[in-house]
């Protein structure tokens, strides 16, 4: 009966501190989004630019899913052969026209650029978590500066791009993986 005592009196509460830490880690994401979307927040307005009408505008594999089978089988029906980067354009495509976005439906400039922010965004975060496993001092900072670089303009504000952002993503998901 002493030991249970004495057990009651020298045991310490649990700590509240990784609860703190990982509310912590929620509040710098939450601002990190939130920087990233106010920095590139000007870019998604626009239209269709440089190569997009060739990837999306006027590509006859959007519009069925011959065109799907088409972009994994066919090299030669586009531009450059990307096809996991058709393939979300497919997919995007199909949803915003069966949500009636766009003119005419499908066609929805800021819903592909949307896309490309959410992967950057995602990439961001991502390399953040990575730099933080790594113990990297200033990985936070490394993350926002990288979320809101310059050369990272085009990825996100250039619906043909999607291939950066989808190479980002995949590259620290791989990263995060191992």
């Avoid at 900072?141 to 979320?147: G, K």
């Amino acid at each position: 009966m002493v030991d249970a005592q004495r057990l009651k009196k020298t045991a310490r509460p649990p700590s509240s501190a990784p609860r703190a830490r990982d509310r912590d880690a929620w509040v710098w994401a939450i601002v990190l989004c939130i920087v990233t979307v106010i920095a590139y927040a000007p870019s998604l307005g626009g239209g269709f630019i440089w190569d997009d009408p060739d990837y999306v505008v006027n590509n006859p594999n959007l519009r069925d899913l011959g065109g799907l089978w088409s972009i994994w089988t066919n090299i030669f029906s586009l531009p450059q052969w990307y096809p996991l980067v058709h393939t979300t354009y497919w997919i995007e495509f199909h949803v915003y026209r069966a949500a009636g976005l766009g003119d005419p439906p499908g066609l929805w400039p800021m819903g592909y650029k949307l896309v490309n922010l959410v992967l950057h965004i995602a990439t961001a975060l991502m390399l953040w978590r990575l730099l933080c496993r790594l113990a990297v001092p200033g990985a936070l900072l490394a993350a926002f500066v990288f979320a809101v670089h310059p050369v990272h303009v085009e990825s996100v504000a250039w619906i043909t791009e999607r291939k950066n952002a989808l190479s980002g993503f995949f590259y620290m998901a791989a990263f995060l993986a191992y």
